[in-house]
T-cell receptor
């Protein structure tokens, strides 16, 4: 069935370093890839998304890249700050049918001062 | 209140109890979702509603019973649950059921089944 693999499951970086989280999807018809951030005890919130007609998208310190041929997409956070510490979830969905997101298992990012 | 709200935020129940989770969205959205979030596992979609009509029941056991009386409210009725049902239950909404619409999540209900 459809699934999304996410790596690593945990990531620890020093403040100011970059962090990269990678996801691989199985459904070749997937064409929408959002990323959610969930801080401890808080709700998941959309931080960035990308559609299959775009290879890269940036928003300040975060960027997402998409390789449709390889069926993988990545989240890049530059100049990490302690407030970036959270669990990050990638997801994938396809056009048609209803708004069904297939989520990865999450990456727990810890940014140490 | 703004966005998506959920009550209660925490719930402890025995396996023979009956309880209900409530979700309310103040965004004027037409689609609502229930997800189960267990530790170190992907969010699992349970139910999807569009304009109060159930669109998806993702092979969820009958001990979970959803109800959507209007497009702003969504309930999850629980009865005779098992300890493995302990998890964070998240509600979400989106403008409509169309693919690629952003889903906005509530804060969740942390459920513990004893």
């Amino acid at each position: 069935g459809e699934n999304v693999e996410q790596h690593p499951s945990t990531l620890s970086v020093q403040e100011g370093d970059s962090a990269v989280i990678k996801c691989t999807y199985s459904d070749s018809a997937s064409n929408y890839f959002p990323w959610y951030k969930q801080e401890l005890g808080k709700r998941p919130q959309l931080i960035i998304d990308i559609r299959s007609n775009v290879g890269e998208k940036k928003d300040q310190r975060i960027a997402v890249t998409l390789n449709k041929t390889a069926k993988h997409f990545s989240l890049h956070i530059t100049e990490t700050q302690p407030e970036d510490s959270a669990v990050y979830f990638c997801a994938a969905s396809r056009t048609g049918g209803y708004n069904k997101l297939i989520f990865g298992a999450g990456t727990r990012l810890a940014v140490h001062p | 209140e703004t966005g998506v709200t959920q009550t209660p935020r925490h719930l402890v129940m025995g396996m023979t109890n009956k309880k209900s989770l409530k979700c309310e969205q103040h965004l004027g959205h037409n689609a609502m979702y229930w997800y189960k979030q267990s530790a170190k596992k992907p969010l699992e979609l349970m139910f999807v509603y569009s304009l109060e009509e159930r669109v998806e029941n993702n092979s969820v056991p009958s001990r979970f019973s959803p109800e959507c009386p209007n497009s702003s409210h969504l309930f999850l009725h629980l009865h005779t649950l098992q300890p493995e049902d302990s998890a964070l239950y998240l509600c979400a909404s989106s403008q409509d059921i169309t693919a690629q619409e952003t889903q906005y999540f509530g804060p969740g209900t942390r459920l513990l089944v004893l």
